[in-house]
């Protein structure tokens, strides 16, 4: 069992940078992928980024591949998204999530539908 706590959001102007954080509780979290996904208001989830378990694979959507970097670090199971060149339709509720070996490729970490586990989200809005 692996509990997910989002942190590090906050308001930033366009073209600023914030890091989020998820702190991860549980015996296991280094077998776990882990996965970064949005939501604004009044639209669906959408996939951000993701990391294999190992830490040797990343994905990322196009829309904020070359802006955006997640890593993980199993040490202090935490995985942290780095968000440079914010832009307004950054805006949203960033969420965590984990996956206990379900995914090995971009359409499965992507469609957000095998992770075992989500936090409860940490709100981005970047100010234009």
């Known amino acids: 069992q692996v509990q997910l706590v989002e942190s590090g959001g906050g308001l930033v102007q366009a073209g600023g940078s914030l890091r989020l954080s998820c702190a991860a509780s549980g015996r296991t979290f280094s077998m776990y992928a882990m996965g970064w996904f949005r939501q604004a208001p009044g639209k669906e989830r959408e996939f951000v980024a993701a990391i294999s378990w190992k830490g040797a694979s990343t994905y990322y959507a196009d829309s904020v591949k070359g802006r955006f970097t997640i890593s993980k670090d199993n040490a202090k199971n935490t995985v942290l998204l780095q968000m440079n060149s914010l832009k307004p339709e950054d805006t949203a509720i960033y969420y965590c999530?984990?996956?206990?070996?379900?995914?090995?490729?971009?359409?499965?970490?992507?469609?957000?539908?095998?992770?075992?586990?989500w936090g409860q989200g940490t709100q981005v809005t970047v100010s234009s």
């Open positions: 999530a984990a996956d206990f070996g379900s995914c090995t490729a971009y359409s499965c970490y992507a469609s957000g539908r095998y992770y075992d586990y």
